[in-house]
C-alpha cells in the first residue's frame, strides 16, 4: 500500500506540472520551463537562474522519491509478527540533511545574488533614458531629453486607453521609475525583469532589446481597484522608425520641457490629470 501510494504521489506530480506547461502560450514554452523568450542582453541572466534552478530541485526531487521508495521496499514488514529495528539515531544520516540542504541555500543564495547585481548594474551613459510613471490607474511614459531642443516627448494612457512604449533596437534603454501615488510594478515578461515603483524614490534598471517586435508589459503590484488595467504594450523598432515615432509625438503636441513626473503636474498636466475624489490624487 505504501507504494502504491508513493507511485500514485509521483504521477500526480508528473501531470500537473505537465498541464501546467500545457497552459503556456506556445509549445515552446514547454522547453523553457514556461518561461517567455527572453529579448534582450540581460534576459539570459534571469533565464539560466530558473532553468537551473528546476534542475536542482528536480534532481533534488527524484533523490527524495527514490530514498523513499527505497525505504518503503527495503524496510517494510515482511510478516505481523515481524518487529522493526529501533534505531535511535544514524549520525551520519543526521550530518547529511543538516548539512546537504545548508549547502543548498548557499549556493542558490550566490547565484540570485549575482544574477540580481547583473540586472541592476547601470552604465553610466546610456544610449536612452525613460522616465516611466506609474499613475492609478495607466502609465506614463517620457523619452527624456529626446525631443528637439532637449524637450521631452511623451505618451500616457488612461484606465481605458492601454499606452505603448516605444524602444529602439540594440540600444541600452535606462527605465527610471516614479509614483505620485501608491506602489506600482513595472515589468515586461519578455524582458524577464521587472522592478518596483515606489513613491519619494526612483528606482532604475537597464535593459538592451534586441528583438524587433510587439511585447506586453503589466502593473505586477495590486495597487488599487483598477490594478488589473494597469497595462501597456511594448514595440521595440529600427532606430530610424523610433525617431520617425518621437517626431510624431512632437507633431501631435505630445511634448513637454521636462519629464511629466506627476506629484503637483498630476492634476495640471496632460495625461496625468486626477479627481481630486480620486483614491491616491494629489492635493
Known amino acids: 500500500m505504501p507504494v502504491r501510494r508513493v507511485a500514485t504521489g509521483v504521477a500526480l506530480a508528473a501531470v500537473l506540472l505537465f498541464l501546467s ?7 515552446d514554452q514547454i ?5 517567455p523568450e527572453p529579448i534582450t542582453e540581460q534576459g539570459p541572466a534571469t533565464f539560466d537562474l530558473w532553468k537551473w534552478a528546476w534542475v536542482a530541485a528536480m534532481a533534488t526531487g527524484i533523490i527524495v ?18 518487529i522493526p529495528v529501533q534505531t535511535r539515531y544514524n549520525l551520519p544520516l543526521e550530518i547529511f540533511y543538516t548539512i546537504a540542504p ?3 541555500v548557499i549556493v542558490f543564495f550566490y547565484w540570485t545574488v549575482k544574477v540580481q547585481d547583473d540586472l541592476v548594474e547601470l552604465d553610466p551613459q546610456p544610449d536612452v533614458t525613460v522616465d516611466v ?12 531629453e529626446q525631443g528637439e531642443g532637449g524637450t521631452t516627448p511623451y505618451t500616457s494612457g488612461t484606465a481605458t486607453q492601454i499606452p505603448t512604449l516605444v524602444l529602439p533596437v540594440d540600444q541600452t534603454v535606462q527605465f527610471n521609475l516614479q509614483s505620485p501615488d501608491v506602489i506600482h510594478d513595472f515589468g515586461v515578461p519578455s524582458f524577464l525583469m521587472k522592478m518596483d515603483v515606489i513613491p519619494g ?7 538592451t532589446p534586441t528583438v524587433i517586435g510587439e511585447y506586453r508589459g503589466k ?9 488589473s488595467r ?6 521595440v523598432v529600427s532606430q530610424a522608425d523610433y525617431d520617425t515615432y518621437l517626431a510624431d509625438l512632437a507633431d501631435q503636441g505630445f511634448v513637454a520641457d521636462e519629464p511629466l513626473l506627476g506629484g503637483a503636474d498630476a492634476t495640471t498636466q496632460a495625461g496625468l490629470g486626477e479627481d481630486d475624489d480620486q483614491e491616491g490624487s494629489q492635493e
Open 219 to 227: 502593473c505586477y503590484e495590486l495597487c488599487g481597484t483598477y490594478h
Open 31 to 35: 522547453a523553457r520551463l514556461a518561461m
Open 21 to 27: 506547461a500545457c497552459d503556456a502560450a506556445d509549445s
Open 133 to 144: 510613471v506609474g499613475q492609478q490607474w495607466s502609465w506614463t511614459f517620457n523619452y527624456t
Open 65 to 82: 522519491w527514490g530514498l523513499i521508495a527505497w525505504v518503503v521496499i527495503r524496510f517494510r514488514r515482511r510478516s505481523d509478527d515481524e
Open 201 to 207: 524614490r526612483v528606482n532604475k534598471f537597464q535593459a
Open 102 to 104: 545548508i549547502m543548498m
Open 230 to 235: 494597469m497595462l501597456f504594450n511594448v514595440r
